[in-house]
């Protein structure tokens, strides 16, 4: 995490979501592990954000903030602890698409509020959509996550 700064990690996501009466949220599932391993299940937290959501579904956990702007965006903020902390960023104005989204302020929040600590390590990005009743029509149009650097600042 601490070689982790503005512009070292970026991603975009374009989406099809057809809404009706379909029960859905489109989110980035974003992992943190305490040492580097990539085997089991990672075991740091889980930063979730949240592009939109359809129907009645919210984040997990309980609302610890509200309209926080984070890299030119609002967000509300969720928080769930258990086996590992789930802190989940809802866009305040629904996206289907974002492009060269930064993660570097989410993540920075949430290190500020120690959800994720500094020694943890980001070992996944995914992205997609978490359905509770139907699914017809969404998609995933295009995905990318960019990564630079990585080394000591």
Known sequence: MSSIRSGTVITSWSTTQPGGSNHYNVAYDIWFNRTPST????DGAELMVWLNRHG???PAG???ASDISA?????????RRWHWNTITYLMTTSATSVRHL????LVAY???????????????VESGFELWRGGAGLATNSFSVKVAGGGPP
Do not use: E, F, M, T
């Open 71 to 79: 890299g030119g965006r609002n967000y509300h903020v969720y928080l």
């Open 39 to 42: 085997g089991g299940q990672p």
């Open 62 to 64: 309980s609302l610890v």
């Open 56 to 58: 009645p579904v919210y």
């Open 102 to 105: 930064d993660l570097w302020p």
């Open 110 to 124: 949430a290190v500020s509020r120690g959800y994720i600590q500094d020694s943890w390590y980001l070992i996944s």
